[in-house]
């Protein structure tokens, strides 16, 4: 039998991470899958990198975030769009704890890994299996594109992350897919469910007949602990991270409240000067 954790999106949520992984502990876990967006907005650097190291990670895939996160190191960004700018403080933040050899190797990475459990094949991906953003994969896509986690090659259980909410459906032959929710930032369109923040993860639970069990799981965390460490560490744009945590509102593409937000705060000064010493 074999126990597996499926960590998704932490986005550097350190406090909630470190409930999840105390959590899986308890539930004895054997391995542990990684399927991205690590680091980013959240307070997580150094620690969050080193408590990953510590586990046995036997599947870990490319996300957007890393992406993001590798494009404003080489400044592959727009710096005339707000969110960008956004994108770009918050690598002037990362950078901080972490060197730019850690961030290349974050984002060398594959966008899609296969495990296989006796007859069963198992892709793994972040989204799609050639594109790891977009929205072709929230609850209500077309059933063609979801088929992709499982056609592209054949698989009879998919696990994707990047939607930020857990999900169980079927592919047009019958094939399972999955999705673990988010640690550091679950997302819900509706009012009630969103009252709900818990960080969210999966265990999978394979032993020699099949998969024997999918178990979603909420954990509770320190919400208040993690705003204040938000706080002690200075994190850029701490408005956007509050409501992500306390309310489940992302305003990560709000132009307009992005742009309010650095110029109250002094992060599109921080940046300037960041830009024009063309450091690394």
Known sequence: MTKIAVLSDIHGNTTALEAVLADARAARVDEYW???????????RRRILALLASLPITARVLGNWEDSLW????RKLDPTKAS???LLRQCQYILEEISPKEIEDLNNQPMQVHRQFGDLTVGIT????????GRELIHTGKQEDFDRLVTEPHASI??????????????SDG????NPGSIGQPFFLDAQLRKDLRAQYMILEFDETGLSDVDFRRVDYDVEAELQLAKDLKLPYFQIYYESLVNGIHHTHNQELLYEIAQEQGHDAELNAWL?????
């Open 71 to 74: 494009r404003a190191l080489h």
């Open 158 to 171: 998919a696990v994707y992350g990047h939607i930020h909410q857990q999900l169980l459906r079927y592919g």
């Open 276 to 280: 024009g010493g063309g450091n690394n």
């Open 175 to 178: 094939q399972l897919i999955l």
């Open 34 to 44: 990684l399927l991205g967006d690590i680091l980013m907005p959240g307070t997580g």
């Open 126 to 133: 972040h989204h799609l299996p050639d594109k790891n953003w």
């Open 84 to 86: 960008h700018r956004y």
